[in-house]
């Protein structure tokens, strides 16, 4: 039975103040239709934003209540719209952001410290929070779907801005990358694969793998909190041959043996099965890069250059033909900024060795060797081009197109989303505590 959600107002309101489960008095501070929004909620929201280090346009404690009032109309409306959402969608964006949370606070027992609650507890409200902005977007884009822009549109709305409000467009670059990796030597890898059968060994004699992994583990994220990596399904793990062989683990006490991937060398423990979902912990260490190695690659590198300056291949042939990066071999060593899809970045997008020595270069040229890290933290040779640059400049309908329809379609879509959200609040009953008004809204109408 769906709620009256514009006709009754929230019956028990006379009631509270109520006791929370921290036996801390909490209250009532806003009503949405039936919906109670309590100081708690509030709070909770401002730790979190305190923790991602949000900042807000005013007083939190007039924006948070908005926004979670704001959440509450869409909700409605995604329960008359019977919008729902999986929740094998949710509990992997819940893993992922409490394994984020436990990495950079350090463990599990300082995330319980900081939000005051146990883990149990930070899972369930981080699952409701996760599900409800889903269900919010999917509602979102149901009003904004059948939104377009035509070019008269964007040719409108670029020549009604005045000079200084035309956005900036930054200095961008394109670049093309051949990437070696250096060969290991063999000892160096007969070693690595030695030494993770001994911390093997030490675990079946009785000591602690997440220790083990603290101390040595070279994944620095989960070294942190003992090699755990969060509950995870197949698809989710970074390299397949890692999951193979942790989906075939069965008993806790045991350890997998040396499995290898792009990363380095790993050994596995489960921790918990849960489903179709596991939790494990690893430990992985990288073999060393000898010098005589990383020599014979920069020099490799050197006669690719070389043969492409003396136009004997093409850079794009180049690349496809010796370079060992994947994500760029096939599109010609072109790079594809992941922040916006395109082969375009800004410098400080670039990594921070391509960006050092692209700065200096001019389009068409080749640079020497260099060797950089890896996303992977894999350390590789390398060699760009830089195929193009452009100077930071106020955006043109004629270079910078896509960009102004991009603002002119996002301009439609708020004041779609606005206008729906004035229209609900007409017919929403709304009830603010006196000690919460004070306060400077984004949308008026709530106060009535």
């Known amino acids: 039975m769906k709620k009256l959600f514009a006709l009754l107002p929230f019956l028990a309101l006379n009631l509270l103040p109520v006791i ?23 709070e909770k929201q401002r730790l979190q934003a305190q923790y991602e280090g949000v900042k807000f346009s005013g007083d939190p404690y007039c924006v948070i209540p908005e926004q979670l009032a704001v959440q509450k109309l869409y909700l409605h409306q ?6 729902v959402v999986n929740e094998s969608d949710v509990i ?22 900081y939000f005051g609650m146990p883990l149990s507890k930070i899972r369930e409200t981080q699952r409701e929070s996760a599900r409800n902005q889903m269900i919010v977007r999917r509602v979102q884009t149901d009003l904004v779907d059948d939104i377009t822009v ?14 200084d409000s035309i956005p900036m467009t930054p200095a961008e670059i394109e670049v093309e990358i051949i990437t070696i990796e250096p060969k290991y030597d063999k000892a ?65 006490k045991k350890v997998s043996k040396v499995v290898e991937s792009e990363y380095g060398f790993h050994i596995i423990q489960l921790i918990e099965k849960r489903g179709d979902r596991i939790n494990c912990r690893h430990i992985l260490l990288k073999p060393k890069i000898s010098a005589s190695e990383r020599n014979q690659s920069l020099l490799r590198l050197d006669s690719i250059a070389d043969i492409i300056r003396n136009q004997k ?14 994500e760029t071999r096939n599109n010609g060593g072109l790079m594809v900024n992941a922040n916006t899809g395109t082969s375009r970045f800004t410098m400080e997008e670039l990594p ?45 309908i004629s270079e910078d197109f896509q960009q102004i329809q991009q603002i002119v379609m996002e301009n439609k879509r708020q004041k779609v989303l606005k206008d729906w959200i004035l229209e609900k609040l007409k017919r929403t009953y709304v009830r603010i505590d006196d000690r919460w008004r004070n306060c400077e809204f984004r949308y008026p109408g709530w106060i009535k």
């Open 188 to 252: 160096e890898i007969d070693a690595i694969k030695e030494r993770l059968r001994e911390f093997t060994e030490r675990v079946n004699n009785g000591d602690n793998f997440s220790t083990l992994a603290v101390m040595y583990s070279e994944d620095r994220n989960s070294a942190k909190i003992g090699g755990e990596l969060g509950f995870m399904g197949k698809g989710e793990f970074w390299v397949p041959e890692f999951a193979n062989v942790a989906f075939s683990l069965a008993d806790p």
């Open 352 to 396: 921070q060795e391509v960006g050092k020595m692209a700065y200096k270069m001019n389009v068409g040229e080749v640079s020497k060797p260099f060797t950089m890290i890896t996303t992977k933290e894999k350390e590789v040779s390398a060699i760009i081009r830089v195929k193009s640059k452009s100077k930071a400049h106020r955006a043109s």
């Open 150 to 163: 035509t070019p008269a549109e964007v040719r409108q709305f670029y020549n009604t801005l005045p000079i």
């Open 78 to 83: 995604a329960d008359l719209d019977s919008v």
């Open 313 to 326: 291949i093409k850079f794009e042939d180049a690349a496809q033909y010796y370079s060992f990066d994947k």
């Open 20 to 42: 929370s489960q921290d036996n801390i008095i909490d209250e009532v501070v806003w009503v949405v239709g039936d919906e109670p929004i309590l100081r708690s909620d509030v």
């Open 92 to 113: 992997p964006d819940v893993d992922r952001n409490i394994n984020r949370i436990i990495t950079q606070l350090g463990s599990k027992e300082k995330m319980e410290e």
